[in-house]
């Protein structure tokens, strides 16, 4: 079960991280985070470690089979 909880962790801080950072860079508009320079920075630090934790949960799912 720990597998799957990695998993989707992983892939929910890719998706956060990734809309943090057109935010910061200013390409979607409407939100407090649109044209700061910090959420630019920010998304693809979370991106990086929704990917290990990704593959972390890859990992655990094949050790488990």
Known sequence: MRGWFRLTVGLLAIVLGALWTVQGLGYV???VLTDRREWAVVGPVVVLIGLVT????MRARRRRG
Do not use: K, M, N
């Not at 990704?54 to 949960?57: D, K, P, S, V």
């Open 29 to 31: 508009s409407g939100s």
């Open 54 to 57: 990704l593959w972390y949960g």
